[in-house]
Structure formats: structure tokens, C-alpha cells
């Protein structure tokens, strides 16, 4: 499995499709389903914080995972808010440790952080 992390708008999702070959028909946006590359994970999570990791070993069958990051910026006011935030932080590391490879992009461009 391959994370992609970045800040909204930085071009993760065109990252993956130019380097890897895939197409939109191949990416879901939030959503667990069949196709090889989950798009929006920091979404999927938000929908129930306190099971996000029981997401982790779907997210580990698929080819490529897209999440925004959340650890940095202005901390919500929201309660909901800062724990889907956390959740998906958390969720990250466990991906990131299990990755074959993580890949962080900024600006469109892709950055190594391991593999």
C-alpha cells in the first residue's frame, strides 16, 4: 500500500494518477468499496471517529491511499471536529508504518518520506 498525504488542493489525487497509471474510474472518494485507490480518507473517518481504526486493515488491502493532512493548521473549536482530526492523524501513523511507501506532496510536487 502506498499513503499519499498533502494539504487540500496540493495535487495528491493528479499525483497518483500521473506516476501510478490510474484513472478516475479507479479511485473512490471516501468510501470503501472495490476500487484500488481510497480518495478523501480524512472524510471517511469524519463520518465516525471512534471506529476509525477498525478501518485500518481495508485500508491496508488497497494499492494507494489519498488522506489530507491534518496535523498542522489552526486547531477547530468544534469538539467533533478536533477528534476526527486526531482519529485520522492516528489512523495515519498506523498506515504510514505499515506502507510500503509514503509519499508527501506539496505544491504538486512529491516528496519520499519513505520507501
Known amino acids: 500500500m502506498i499513503l499519499v498525504i498533502g494539504g487540500l488542493a496540493a495535487g495528491k489525487r493528479e499525483y497518483v494518477k500521473k506516476c501510478y497509471g490510474y484513472t478516475d474510474a ?3 472518494d471516501a ?3 472495490d476500487k484500488p485507490v481510497i480518495y478523501n480518507l480524512q472524510n471517511l473517518v469524519e463520518v465516525s471517529p471512534h ?3 477498525e478501518l485500518l486493515p481495508a485500508l ?3 494499492e494507494v ?3 489530507n493532512e491534518v496535523g498542522c493548521g489552526i486547531v477547530p473549536i468544534e469538539a467533533a471536529t478536533r477528534e476526527a482530526r486526531e482519529a485520522t492523524g492516528r489512523l495515519c501513523i498506523e498506515l504510514a508504518a505499515k506502507a510500503e511507501k509514503v ?3 506539496c505544491c504538486g510536487i ?3 518520506i519513505k520507501g
Open 103 to 105: 509519499v508527501r506532496v
Open 31 to 33: 468510501e470503501l468499496d
Open 51 to 53: 471506529t476509525s481504526m
Open 110 to 112: 512529491p516528496v519520499i
Open 26 to 28: 479507479d479511485i473512490s
Open 60 to 62: 491496508l488491502e488497497k
Open 65 to 67: 491511499v489519498i488522506c
